[in-house]
């Protein structure tokens, strides 16, 4: 099995920064892409970004040029950097990983609230 925990939101006001962590238990992340989403209230859960195994790396359009998305798999932790932060991108992120090989295969953390707001 996988345990997904997120931490790092908290509240922000517009323009400043978080950057969010998701480090993994009792299995690594191997060489499987993780993802961030995000769900706002009222909203469908949405894909922010994506790493992939390698390093590679995928971004909503919305989110492009503020998040940066990283891992260090030796900490088994992936990062979500978030810059120049806005009211709308208020939300609770949820780190999640797809693993085939584990019984579940679906994992996600308990997400960790992010609120922009003066």
């Known amino acids: 099995q996988v345990q997904l925990v997120e931490s790092g939101g908290g509240l922000v006001q517009p323009g400043g920064s978080l950057r969010l962590s998701c480090a993994a238990s009792?299995?690594?992340?191997?060489?499987?892409?993780i993802d961030w989403y995000r769900q706002a209230p009222g909203k469908q859960r949405e894909l922010v970004a994506t790493?992939?195994?390698?390093?590679?790396?995928n971004y909503a359009d919305s989110v492009k040029g503020r998040f940066a998305i990283s891992r260090d798999n030796a900490k088994n932790t992936v990062y979500l950097q978030m810059n120049s932060l806005e009211p709308k991108v208020t939300a609770v992120y949820y780190c999640?990983?797809?693993?085939?090989?584990?019984?579940?295969?679906?994992?996600w953390g308990q997400g960790t609230p992010v609120t922009v707001s003066s």
């Open positions: 999640y990983i797809f693993r085939p090989d584990l019984p579940r295969r679906h994992y």
């Open positions: 009792g299995s690594t992340f191997g060489s499987n892409a």
């Open positions: 790493i992939t195994g390698g390093g590679n790396t």
